[in-house]
């Protein structure tokens, strides 16, 4: 569904990320994995283009669903690529309004439809049942891993197609982290995720597809199995060999 040709970038004159050919899965978990400072969160962002945002550049095509995402409005594509970050953002409103006034901005006004999408994002999340007495009070009180659970409820309700996810859990406690793995687990299928993560333990635990990256190069992308029983490249081999 999301297939990246070629694709190669960078910040200024500096090219990061070279000649980068793979397809993403639909309805299944990707897990981008490689050592600090080998471009993983870089090719995250080019997915969504906020690399341009950043100052950065981009070469090749990204084909969403047969369409090249330089046709699709900046708006239109978050929605259907949704992101969740490595800080938890919570906005300095109540819980509810976290999910709501994201609503309102996608033109769904009328209360008693704001309330049900809200109520089903906060469980998808794994989040409704710790929080539902308490909708109304500010979500700066809530806790590092909730804010995340609550970020990522705030993605799933203008309903993407794909969430990035980068390094969400790396903020987070073991509970929290579960909470989190079990949501992507359990969510997949209905949504595809792209995980960018450090923590090759967690890629083994939750990833269909692994995509290794080695100084802004794809050396593996392959099924989960295949990648920890028999990588292919020396640097993936290195790495697992000290997991
Ligand atoms: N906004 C930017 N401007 C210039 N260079 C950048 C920018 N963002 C990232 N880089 C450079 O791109 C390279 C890849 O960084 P990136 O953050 O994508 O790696 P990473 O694999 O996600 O690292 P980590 O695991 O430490 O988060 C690094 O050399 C970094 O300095």
Redesign the pocket.
Known sequence: MLTIEQISCG??R?E?LHDISLTIPEGKITAIV??????????LKTLNRMIEE???FYKGKIILDGEDIKGLSTEVLRTRIGMVFQQPIAFPYSIEKNLSYVLKYHGIREAGEIERITRECLQKARLYDEIKDQLKKSAKKLSGGQKQRLAIARSLCVNPEILLLD?PCSALDMKNTIAIEETLLELKGKYTFVI?T?NLAQAKRIADQIIF?DQ?RVLEVTDTKTFFEHPSSEPAREQIQYM
């Open positions: 910040f200024g500096q990061i490689g050592q600090s400072g080998c471009g993983k969160t870089t090719f950043e100052g950065g390094e960018v450090h990256m802004g």
